[in-house]
Each structure stands twice: as C-alpha cells, then as structure tokens.
C-alpha cells in the first residue's frame, strides 16, 4: 500500500471508530494511491473515480471507512466508495434531515409554509411519521405524488445514512 492510503486508511485498520473493534484488511491495502487520490491541484478522472469505487465496493470496511470520511468531513479522494461531492451532498441531507422535525411542526401549524426541495425530505418523512397520508403530503405542500414519493425516497436513504453514522460514532458526529 502507498503511503497515502497507508496513512488515510490507518485509523481504519486500528478500529479507530467506535463500533469498529476488529477489522479486516482494508481492499486498498495494495492499491495505488493514485487512483484514491487526484495529483496536487487536480481532479480524479471519471475512470479513476470507477475503479476506486470497484474496489470499494467489495471492502470489507466499506462501512466504517465512509462513516470516518463524513465524520471527518473528508475533503480529498474516494472514501468508503464515494466522492468528495458526494460526501458534502450527504452530510448536507443528514444536516437538512435533523432540521425536518422541526419543519414539519411548522408546516402542521401553518399549511401556508413554503418548504424548499432541499428540505422536502426531512418534512414528508416527520410528516409521515406524524400520521399523515402521502395525499394529504402532497395537498398541503402542493407537490405531485412523484414529488412527495421521490422525496421518501430520499428520506430513506438519509435514515440509513444517520443510523450508519449512530453505529459508529454513538456519541455524536457531526
Ligand atoms: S472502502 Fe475503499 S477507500 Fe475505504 S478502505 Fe475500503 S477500499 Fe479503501
């Protein structure tokens, strides 16, 4: 393993996250850190960014490695299969989504609130948990069923995320 890797990806290797007491050797242990990381100053290639997620994709630390990524608000290579971009992109969902529940309080307050897109999957999920029916969702934020079921959607996946983030770092990570 190159030395970048070999350095970025120790924390991994010690188990230092929470929840990772014994880990397996990570798949980029032999990898060359040209492919994790773009030259000084440049951007990953497409191709680049393909294969470093291939072998993400079969690392056994995958977990742990995008947890310590985004709690680490990593701002350079692949980490844990994902992208800079789309490691901001998720720690701004999971922001957005802690921000829902008070929203969604609001909404059922005031029906007239103007909720923005960024912000509609944080409210549909707490205003589903709350009881309320896609339909009336929809009615009272006037948005399509496609709308309201895209924005469960992501909801979903940024529950799966936050649960992610729990597992490893109980005591808080952002
Ligand atoms: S998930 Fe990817 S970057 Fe992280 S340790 Fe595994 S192979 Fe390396």
């Not at 008070?102 to 944080?122: C, F, I, N, T």
């Not at 709350?130 to 948005?143: D, F, H, P, S, Y």
Request: glycine share 8%; hydrophobic share 40%; aromatic share 4%.
């Amino acid at each position: 393993m190159g030395p970048v890797v070999q350095q970025g990806r120790s924390e991994i290797e010690s188990g230092a996250s929470a929840a990772a007491p014994e880990l397996s050797a990570p798949a980029c242990r032999n990898a060359d850190p040209g492919l994790f990381f773009p030259p000084y100053g440049r951007q990953l290639r497409h191709s680049q960014v393909t294969a470093a997620k291939e072998l993400c994709t079969g690392c056994p630390v995958q977990e742990e490695c995008l947890a310590m990524a985004v709690h680490a608000d990593e701002s350079d290579g692949i980490w844990g299969g994902t992208t800079p971009v789309e490691r901001r992109r998720m720690r701004s969902q999971l922001a957005r989504m802690q921000c829902g529940a008070e929203l969604a309080r609001s909404v059922v307050r005031d029906e007239d609130l103007q909720v923005r897109p960024a912000e509609r999957p944080g409210v549909v999920h707490n205003l589903l948990r709350m009881g309320w029916n896609a339909e009336r969702i929809g009615q009272t934020l006037k948005l399509t069923a496609d709308q309201v079921e895209e924005a469960r959607v992501a909801a979903a996946r940024a529950q799966a995320l936050h649960a992610l983030m729990e597992r490893h770092y109980p005591q808080g990570w952002s």
